[in-house]
């Protein structure tokens, strides 16, 4: 059974930075790509970041992108995914999921934001931001 755990999460002042983690276990197929997405109290799910399955691509949500770096790394039966969060602000302040496509069109740049292209997600982590 497939298997995203998240971890990282924290409250950090205005500019600070957090660098949230997800593990992935029992991946079902060797074609996915992993991603971000963030949701704020009363507001609607949004991507973050994703890198397809080479780990050649990523992609970053215009408000973020100069300030978040997505990555990810393998050991043994297991991979991982971070996003390093520097210079965080009060609007960053959401509970942050993993997410997992593998099955379905590549990742690519019309459909990286889309909830429907990931299988799985993760329980999600709180990331708070003071100001």
């Known amino acids: 059974q497939v298997q995203l755990v998240e971890s990282g999460g924290g409250s950090v002042p205005a500019g600070g930075s957090l660098r949230v983690a997800c593990v992935y276990s029992?991946?079902?197929?060797?074609?996915?790509?992993m991603g971000w997405f963030r949701q704020a109290p009363g507001k609607e799910r949004e991507a973050v970041a994703a890198?397809?399955?080479?780990?050649?691509?990523?992609?970053?949500r215009d408000s973020i992108k100069d300030r978040f770096t997505i990555d990810r790394g393998n050991a043994k039966n297991t991979v991982y995914l971070h996003l390093t969060m520097i210079g965080l602000k009060p609007d960053d302040t959401a509970v942050y999921y993993c997410?997992?496509?593998?099955?379905?069109?590549?990742?690519?740049?019309?459909?990286?934001?889309?909830?429907?292209?990931?299988?799985?997600w993760g329980q999600g982590t709180q990331v708070t931001v003071s100001s």
């Open positions: 029992e991946l079902p197929s060797a074609n996915y790509a």
């Open positions: 890198i397809n399955r080479k780990g050649d691509h990523t992609y970053y």
């Open positions: 997410a997992l496509a593998v099955s379905g069109p590549a990742l690519e740049a019309t459909n990286w934001k889309n909830i429907s292209t990931y299988n799985y």
